[in-house]
């Protein structure tokens, strides 16, 4: 008998059962009684889970999203929502700040929060009432950070930034080595404050490649993070601790599928096509969750038609890293996979005068810095500039038909 029909018999025997490894009669009949979807906390909880994600489905229809009823939008709306869930049952259903884990929020087929081709996150969850020792290593990447996220509410559903620190603002060793004591009351050495109402910890890893880093599958920033007094091991699931984990699951997922609205009234975005707004530092990035205090930002939608071309001029400033990325109206990047749409520094061929000049179309126009639209008439395009060292040129835009550019 071959191994793969035998573990196909041992499953529909009941596994050890089939074996005569486990008989009936040593079984109480209390554990007997309640079956699945019989009054147990579980059930109830999967119940809210399931009847959130048909909620949030059906909300697609909402005039708040400004979908318009368009087909492909909304199953693009759809594709959100599971990435979303997809995020969630990978790192909130495991969330255990006594036990914590680094777990990478995006990959080229995983896309939710403004993902960024040349950046690797992590997301860990935490507790202020704990001590966390975090150990890593630059591993070449030009920015590093962390930042404290707090608890959203259904008032503030984007949330909010704790402390944050950065790679400039902790030792680092010859080799790129570091560690940081996170918690709520000062330590010696490089420390991140916890708040009260922390929940997590987000960290970000930038270079400027020719190759952006998140197409590298075997990519994974050296990273950990555990208690400084070792926890005792997880007690075995139960009814009452697997149903807290799909209700915090479930939490998690209502507060991170909402239409926009106002929440993205900030002086860098634009709401006129074609047209950006002068980068510049929001203090109030830290009412933004998972945004970064260091980022000087510019973001605009672009509008074009099939026989034109936007192009975009400009000068990258000195600054840590800096990068032009499409996205959807979800704030998922395009694909990046099979396509250039996005361009960091390394990335951008230079006028004679240290400037650039980006072509943003539908299909290459022969010539340096384009970026692909797949075709589509509207998407957002996003600045991104990090820890800059000068004031940043205006970015300026034009509209022109395909047909006059010159390769």
């Known amino acids: 008998m071959s191994r793969r029909d035998f573990l196909k018999g041992f499953a529909l025997a009941g596994g050890g059962a089939g074996l005569g490894l486990l008989s009936l009669n040593v079984l109480k009949p209390s554990m007997l009684t309640t079956?699945?979807?019989?009054?147990?906390?579980?059930?109830?909880?999967?119940?809210?889970?399931?009847?959130?994600?048909?909620?949030?489905?059906?909300?697609?229809e909402d005039p708040a999203w400004r979908l318009l009823g368009d087909e492909d939008t909304l199953a693009e709306a759809r594709l959100l929502l599971l990435h979303t869930i997809n995020h969630t049952l990978d790192v909130w259903l495991s969330a255990d700040p006594m036990r914590p884990a680094f777990k990478r929020w995006h990959y080229p087929d995983k896309k939710l929060f403004?993902?960024?081709?040349?950046?690797?996150?992590?997301?860990?969850?935490?507790?202020?009432e704990q001590i966390y020792r975090i150990?890593?290593?630059?591993?070449?990447?030009?920015?590093?950070?962390?930042?404290?996220?707090?608890?959203?509410?259904?008032?503030?559903?984007?949330?909010?930034?704790?402390?944050?620190?950065?790679?400039?603002?902790?030792?680092?060793?010859?080799?790129?080595?570091?560690?940081?004591?996170?918690?709520?009351?000062?330590?010696?050495?490089?420390?991140?404050?916890?708040?009260?109402?922390?929940?997590?910890?987000?960290?970000?890893?930038?270079?400027?490649?020719?190759?952006?880093?998140?197409?590298?599958?075997?990519?994974n920033i050296p990273l950990v993070i555990e208690p400084l007094e070792p926890p005792a091991p997880a007690p075995p699931p139960s009814d009452a601790s697997v149903a807290a984990s799909i209700r915090r699951a479930t939490q998690w997922l209502d507060r991170s599928v909402n239409p926009l609205g106002e929440d993205m009234s900030f002086s860098w975005v634009s709401?006129?096509?074609?047209?950006?707004?002068?980068?510049?530092?929001e203090r109030n990035n830290e009412d933004i969750g998972y945004a970064a205090m260091d980022n000087v930002y510019s973001m605009?939608?672009?509008?074009?038609?099939?026989?034109?071309?936007?192009?975009i001029r400009g000068r990258?400033?000195?600054?840590?890293f800096a990068s032009l990325v499409l996205w959807n109206r979800f704030l998922q990047t395009f694909d990046y996979r099979y396509r250039t749409?996005?361009?960091?520094?390394?990335?951008?061929?230079?006028?004679?005068?240290?400037?650039f000049k980006m072509i943003l179309a539908h299909k290459d126009p022969g010539l340096p810095n384009w970026l692909d639209s797949e075709g589509r008439l509207f998407g957002l395009m996003f600045w991104r500039f990090q820890l800059p060292e000068e004031?940043?040129?205006?970015?300026?835009?034009?509209?022109?038909?395909?047909?006059?550019?010159?390769?």
């Open 35 to 60: 079956a699945v979807g019989d009054g147990t906390e579980t059930a109830e909880a999967m119940r809210e889970l399931i009847e959130l994600i048909s909620l949030k489905d059906a909300s697609f």
């Open 114 to 128: 403004g993902d960024n081709p040349d950046a690797i996150y992590y997301e860990a969850s935490v507790s202020a």
């Open 135 to 219: 150990k890593g290593n630059t591993d070449g990447a030009t920015y590093t950070s962390f930042s404290v996220e707090l608890t959203k509410t259904k008032e503030d559903r984007i949330g909010k930034l704790g402390a944050t620190l950065n790679d400039t603002e902790f030792e680092i060793d010859a080799h790129g080595n570091y560690e940081i004591i996170a918690s709520a009351t000062p330590h010696e050495g490089n420390w991140l404050k916890l708040a009260p109402d922390a929940v997590s910890i987000t960290t970000r890893h930038y270079f400027e490649l020719e190759e952006s880093v998140a197409l590298d599958p075997l990519r």
């Open 271 to 281: 709401r006129i096509p074609n047209k950006l707004p002068a980068p510049s530092l």
């Open 300 to 311: 605009a939608p672009f509008v074009i038609k099939p026989d034109q071309a936007l192009i």
């Open 316 to 320: 990258w400033p000195e600054c840590r």
């Open 341 to 355: 749409i996005s361009r960091n520094r390394k990335q951008t061929t230079l006028e004679e005068d240290g400037s």
């Open 391 to 407: 004031e940043i040129e205006p970015l300026i835009t034009e509209v022109v038909p395909f047909a006059s550019l010159k390769s």
